[in-house]
């Protein structure tokens, strides 16, 4: 396996989750892990320590078992890039170029740099909204905190391959996995992530009124606020069990949501 070069410093991986987070979700947040860690053998037996510092290797076994999953369920499968990437680590260079070192311990920004590859199939496939292509990514756009150099630990590489193409909404939140990866920073193996008493699915992140899950089950942008940027401005009312229903002033329920590119509401029929 060929070792990944950083030519230059790449910005750093800046994981939605804060370090005070992640003490918080490590312990349970993997209660439903991907079924395909264990269908492409990336699981171990034993309890892992997802504070302990994770390894090159470790990192380009996930990225393998990722193509192998995005061969066997994506449409066009894992495509050239992702797999240029794979095969390159399988024909290392001859010596005297420098050696594999795939325990050496891990950098955000190699995580980052190789991870991109990832999403960018994901984005590409259609499993990642549109709304987010300028940053599909599970780490923030802001450079402001970046540090390429800051070791990566067994728990925040797990996260950023905390997906699943078959059981795509694992804690049952209302919100597949991809979008509470790069649109809300969420969990996507626990249906409340901050602990609050509130799912995931029914908080209002763009205060907006429509519920995170109703936004995503309607085609909704969850991060733009419809009461203030849409063309209409409704006011939404919801039924018992928290489904979006109707608008202001009407009874029945909505029965067609018309979206611009952005996700934002134009027309309600």
Same mark, same amino acid.
């Given at each position: 396996m060929q070792r990944i070069a950083i030519q230059k410093p790449f910005r750093a991986l800046a994981l939605r989750l804060s370090l005070a987070v992640w003490m918080l979700l490590l312990p349970s947040a993997w209660a439903v892990p991907p079924a395909w860690w264990s269908a492409r053998g990336v699981n171990q037996t034993g309890t892992a320590d997802d504070y302990a510092v994770a390894n090159v290797g470790q990192m380009k076994n996930l990225v393998r078992a990722a193509r192998d999953e995005f061969n066997a369920r994506l449409t066009g499968g894992a495509g050239s890039p992702l797999t240029s990437l794979v095969q390159s680590w399988l024909t290392p260079p001859a010596p005297p170029a420098p050696q594999p070192q795939d325990f050496a311990t891990l950098t955000q920004g190699q995580l980052k740099a190789?991870?991109?590859?990832?999403?960018?199939?994901?984005?590409?496939?259609?499993?990642?909204?549109?709304?987010?292509?300028?940053n599909p990514y599970p780490w923030s756009a802001s450079t402001a905190d970046d540090n390429s150099y800051t070791l990566v630990t067994l728990g925040?590489?797990?996260? /950023? !391959?905390?997906?699943?193409?078959?059981?795509? @909404?694992? +804690?049952?939140? &209302?919100?597949? =996995?991809?979008? #509470?990866?790069? /649109? !809300?920073?969420?969990?996507?193996?626990?249906? @409340?992530? +901050?602990?609050? &008493?509130?799912? =995931?699915?029914? #908080?209002?992140?763009?205060?907006?009124?429509?519920?995170?899950?109703?936004?995503?089950?309607?085609?909704?942008?969850?991060?733009?606020?419809?009461?203030?940027?849409?063309?209409?401005?409704?006011?939404?009312?919801?039924?018992?069990?928290?489904?979006?229903?109707?608008?202001?002033?009407?009874?029945?329920?909505?029965?067609?949501?018309?979206?611009?590119?952005?996700?934002?509401?134009?027309?309600?029929?």
């Open positions: 190789t991870v991109k590859v990832v999403y960018d199939r994901l984005l590409a496939a259609g499993k990642i909204p549109p709304y987010v292509a300028a925040q590489l797990k996260y /950023v !391959f905390d997906f699943d193409l078959v059981n795509t @909404d694992r +804690d049952g939140d &209302g919100l597949p =996995d991809l979008f #509470e990866l790069v /649109v !809300f920073g969420t969990s996507p193996g626990l249906a @409340d992530s +901050d602990h609050n &008493g509130i799912s =995931d699915g029914i #908080e209002d992140a763009d205060g907006d009124r429509i519920g995170n899950a109703d936004e995503v089950a309607f085609g909704l942008n969850p991060l733009g606020n419809d009461s203030n940027v849409s063309a209409r401005r409704e006011a939404f009312t919801y039924d018992r069990l928290g489904r979006l229903r109707s608008e202001q002033k009407q009874t029945a329920p909505v029965r067609r949501v018309s979206v611009d590119p952005e996700g934002n509401i134009t027309t309600i029929n």
